[in-house]
């Protein structure tokens, strides 16, 4: 879907639009990378996932890179806007998908590792998460963590956007130091509930999140993603949100979490030190509904993330 053309205002900056990070200079490094990471063909069910990384990019003029100042006391003092953070684009990874294609989403995440604080892939379907935090962390893999908010458990055999948790797993991720937040019921089986304590891994059910505040569950599960003092890895899947607002996410269901608090979990992750690297994974932006509110949801959480990274 072409967004129609926006209005143009001096005193009203727009969202996006990053130099490349090969533009960086030689000893420069970037606070946030952006890594477009298109994998679709591995999908469960169909997805034009591969076209979202452009959307995502394209909703981010939509938004200004200002933060509101008096946002009471969860806020510093003083709030800096985006724009005084180095903010890049690495460009997409082509043919993501396969053996070769991971290899190729490996080596570009860790060529932005290297040049950035942060980087944040944009999928694509679930299926990049292994290749991205397998090249952000490098022979780190060890002491890696991982944070999942996702309807599901992502531990299915073989490989497809429903297997990368089971595969970081198998890879050598100790199941002990991964958290996935906002598991939901009819989404997924008993099977692989139990596959998730065989592993150690701790669940936050859907339900908890209804009675715990999300920062509050983010804190925990860094400690936890984090204990060995290694990088953690954070999954952003946008079918975990309630299906009004992610119209546009193949497997999301009524009942799933709100807008707002996958944008608190986004930037909660983005200040953490310890995450090096964040995915935005399931949005179809083929399918969204007809006002792109999946896409603009995704692109708000790129700018989360960003400002978490700002507030470190």
């Known amino acids: 879907m072409t967004m129609a053309k926006l209005s143009h205002d001096p005193l009203w900056p727009r969202a996006g639009g990053w130099p490349a990070l090969a533009d960086l200079e030689p000893e420069e490094t970037a606070d946030l990378a952006l890594l477009g990471v298109p994998a679709w063909r591995t999908s469960l069910s169909p997805t034009g996932a591969h076209a979202t990384p452009a959307a995502i990019r394209e909703a981010l003029a939509r938004y200004s890179p200002a933060l509101m100042p008096d946002r009471g006391v969860d806020s510093r003092e003083e709030a800096e806007d ?31 590792a290297a040049r950035s604080s942060v980087v944040m892939a944009l999928g ?3 299926s990049l998460t292994m290749p991205v935090a397998l090249g952000v962390w490098g022979d780190r893999l060890r002491t890696g963590g991982l944070i999942t908010l996702d309807a599901h458990y992502d531990l299915r055999d073989g490989v497809s956007n429903g297997s990368p948790v089971r595969r970081l797993i198998e890879a050598g991720l100790d199941g002990r ?17 139990d596959r998730a304590e065989e592993f150690g891994i701790t669940v936050v059910h859907r339900d ?26 954070v999954d952003l899947d946008v079918d975990v ?72």
């Open 82 to 112: 985006l724009d005084v953070l180095t903010l890049v684009d690495a460009g997409d990874v082509d043919e993501p998908d396969g053996p070769e294609g991971e290899a190729r989403v490996r080596a570009a995440a860790a060529t932005a």
């Open 124 to 126: 694509g379907d679930n």
């Open 177 to 193: 130091r991964v958290v996935q937040i906002g598991i939901a019921d009819f989404a997924n089986s008993r099977h692989y509930a």
């Open 208 to 233: 908890e999140l209804h009675r715990r505040p999300i920062a509050d569950v983010l804190a925990e599960a860094l400690e936890i993603a984090g204990a060995a003092g290694g990088p953690v890895h």
């Open 241 to 312: 949100c309630d299906r009004s607002v992610a119209p546009g996410c193949p497997a999301s269901v009524p009942g799933g979490i709100s807008a707002w608090e996958l944008r608190a979990a986004a930037r909660a992750a983005g200040a953490a030190p310890l995450v090096e690297s964040v995915d935005l994974a399931e949005v179809d932006a083929t399918a969204d509904a007809p006002d792109g509110r999946t896409v603009r949801l995704a692109a708000l959480c790129v700018l989360e993330v960003a400002t978490g990274v700002g507030l470190r």
